[in-house]
């Protein structure tokens, strides 16, 4: 039987954070001083450094679409819980007679909408996004109908936000797992997220999504190479695109 790895307490982590990193200077300025030193950059080398810098700013660019969902926002609802033991799941699937199944109980119905949307809208893209990402979701949910003509109006100009429920982060969630296999390879691309909540009489949910027109370097590649069939491209420093 394998051994459960123990736990590490906040206090076990915060050692060996300190173990590990201690050494590394916090001040950005002071910590690049350090990388010249531990790495120890000739001149030749600070000419690659800013030589790649400028090309990456050069060739590396942004795509972005936007997606309008009519619909009353939500966020991720708390996921349920099921006790799957061999009167209701194959032997197949069972190493210890019985364990906890987590599942969310909008995600299919979600990924087939999002499914359609694409299929039917989004024919711009040919393939999966499998490049680094940022999103942003500006979700509107409806206007208190206890508002009058005045606070309706500052609602609908963005002077008046929301402070209640869904969550911003449910919100992204929820979204952004509706991406998952129909707009992007996986929500692990998303490098910046910004979730906005404002009040509408027309409550709705906007999504603006920008991609990156390549992966930033061959790690990367040889990651999500592995993860799709697609023709790939990634930002080689020395040699532009490949």
């Not at 893209?125 to 009058?148: A, D, F, G, R, V």
């Amino acid at each position: 039987m394998t051994q459960r790895r123990k736990r590490k307490n906040r206090a076990q982590k915060e050692l060996e954070y300190k173990e590990k990193y201690s050494h590394i200077p916090v001040d950005f300025n002071e910590r690049l001083s350090w990388m010249y030193d531990h790495y120890h950059v000739t001149e030749a080398k600070q000419r690659e450094i800013l030589n790649a810098r400028y090309m990456m700013l050069r060739e590396l660019q942004y795509t972005d679409i936007t997606i309008v969902l009519f619909e009353e926002p939500e966020g991720t609802p708390r996921p349920r819980f099921r006790l799957v033991n061999r009167t209701n799941f194959v032997n197949e699937a069972l190493s210890n007679g019985q364990f906890v199944h987590v599942y969310s109980i909008n995600a299919k119905e979600d990924s087939l909408y999002m499914r359609r949307l694409v299929d039917e809208e989004l024919i711009q893209l040919n393939n999966l996004i499998y490049t680094p990402c940022i999103m942003q979701y500006n979700i509107y949910q409806k206007t208190p109908s206890t508002y009058n003509t005045v606070s309706t109006f500052l609602a609908e100009l963005g002077l008046d936000r929301p402070i209640k429920k869904p969550d911003w982060d449910n919100i992204g969630k929820k979204y952004s797992d509706m991406f998952n296999h129909n707009v992007w390879l996986d929500d692990t691309l998303v490098v910046s997220g910004t979730v906005n909540k404002y009040y509408s009489i027309l409550p709705r949910v906007e999504i603006r999504l920008s991609y990156l027109n390549m992966l930033y370097n061959k790690y990367q590649y040889n990651s999500i190479s592995k993860q799709t069939e697609q023709q790939i491209q990634y930002f080689d420093y020395k040699g532009g695109p490949y």
